[in-house]
């Protein structure tokens, strides 16, 4: 049996370039995808925020004299690229997807309105949220934290580059070590940047639980969605 019946699975964009140096690599999506299809099949209900981080981030723009603004507009449409990306691999191993945006572009995908959203998931469609919150100076690990508590979800699940929230960041420093539970006021008043700390409070407030996780580890996903031993559960 799932341990949650409706899950917010953030997917790193920057997990999406596999090896490649940039864009979508087509190995990776399909992995990622049959990945949700395993727990679409337990009957799982998703929603999905995909980051930008492949494509562009606003701050990377703001750095070279961008209007951050601007910059960030462009990072929110790189999602909806992913987003569209998602969908379509999905589409093409036989599920059904929708892409809900918080940016009105009616020609490419539906705006994100919430009923809409709720009776999709009912419908056992995996919706897919483009564009973040739609505002600027936010990311779509906040997306993740609002969308999750508006849809209902039990629990926000962090797909990224590394294994669990650490005493520091991994990547920079050899010596950290992995908490395989945190709570919000600890992982907040630590200051750790797994996530921003706008999602973090978010989901504090709304006693939304978060799971970070491994997208690369094979079956992580599933392990998670079946309440065993994975990565890092932060809690309140
Ligand atoms: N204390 C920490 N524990 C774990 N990871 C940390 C910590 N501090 C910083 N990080 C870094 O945070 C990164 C994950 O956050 P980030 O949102 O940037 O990536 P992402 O999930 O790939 O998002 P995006 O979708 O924007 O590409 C990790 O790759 C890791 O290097
Ligand atoms: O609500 C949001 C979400 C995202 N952005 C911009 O998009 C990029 C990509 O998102 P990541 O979370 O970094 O993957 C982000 O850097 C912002 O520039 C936004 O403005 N508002």
Redesign the pocket.
């Known amino acids: 049996m799932p341990a949650h019946k409706r899950i917010l699975l953030k997917l ?4 999406l370039m596999g090896d490649d140096a940039y864009g979508i690599n087509r190995a990776t999506i399909v992995r990622m995808v049959r990945e949700i299809l395993e727990v679409t099949q337990l009957g799982v209900e998703v929603a999905v925020v995909i ?4 494509i562009f981030r606003g701050v990377a723009g703001g750095s070279v004299g961008m209007d951050r603004a601007t910059a960030d507009y462009m990072g929110m449409l790189a999602t909806v690229m992913n987003s569209l990306a998602l969908a379509d691999t999905m589409r093409q191993e036989g599920m059904t997807a929708r892409v809900m945006s918080a940016i009105s572009i009616e020609q490419v995908v539906e705006p994100y309105v919430r009923p809409k959203a709720l009776q999709y998931l009912e419908e056992g469609k995996v919706v897919i949220f483009a564009a973040g919150t739609g505002n600027p100076f936010f ?3 906040t997306a993740a934290a609002l969308r999750g508590a508006e849809i209902g979800a039990e629990i926000v699940l ?1 797909a ?3 294994d ?8 920079k420093d050899p010596n ?1 070590t992995r908490y395989t539970r945190i709570s919000f006021d600890e992982a907040i008043t630590k200051n ?4 921003d700390a706008t999602a973090f409070a978010l989901c504090r407030d709304q006693k939304l639980p978060i799971k970070v996780f491994s997208i690369f580890k094979p079956g992580a996903l599933k392990r998670v969605v079946m309440g065993e031993d994975e990565g890092t559960l932060v809690h309140v």
């Not at 790193?12 to 997990?15: F, L, N, V, Y």
């Not at 669990?164 to 990547?171: N, Q």
């Not at 750790?192 to 996530?195: E, F, K, P, S």
């Open positions: 790193s964009g920057e997990a980051g930008g981080g492949n990311t779509t690990d962090k990224t580059k590394v669990g929230v650490y005493t520091a960041d991994p990547k950290a750790l940047q797994v996530l």
